[in-house]
């Protein structure tokens, strides 16, 4: 069963950055279809950035220009780069592996525990 673990979570004031980082283990990661979703307070879980082996990346609406998804398979390891924060980006991030680079591909692992983000005004 994969594994991952997301880091790099924290209180950020508004236009602030934070660098979110998933380690992943008991796989071979640069196999792997990357996602990062969130969920918000009293918010359903939303895909927020994926990223196909080759490197091609998807981004949600609301985040495209703000933040970059990114992987080093040497290190095992996604990464999302977030910029120009805001309040309503506040939520839980998860990292998780995707069945595949199209669109509504499920994930295909449980869900870890996350790490939050809050953003202040």
């Known amino acids: 069963q994969v594994q991952l673990e997301e880091s790099g979570g924290g209180l950020v004031q508004a236009g602030g950055s934070l660098r979110l980082s998933c380690v992943a283990s008991?796989?071979?990661?640069?196999?792997?279809?990357m996602a990062w979703y969130r969920q918000g307070p009293g918010k359903q879980r939303e895909l927020v950035a994926r990223?196909?082996?080759?490197?091609?990346?998807d981004y949600a609406d609301s985040v495209k220009g703000r933040f970059t998804i990114s992987r080093d398979n040497a290190k095992n390891t996604a990464y999302l780069q977030m910029n120009s924060l805001k309040p309503e980006d506040t939520a839980v991030y998860y990292c998780?592996?995707?069945?595949?680079?199209?669109?509504?591909?499920?994930?295909?692992?449980?869900w870890g525990q996350g790490t939050q983000v809050t953003v202040s005004s």
């Open positions: 990223i196909s082996i080759r490197g091609d990346t």
């Open positions: 998780t592996v995707l069945r595949g680079f199209y669109k509504n591909a499920p994930p295909t692992v449980d």
């Open positions: 008991r796989t071979t990661f640069s196999s792997k279809v």
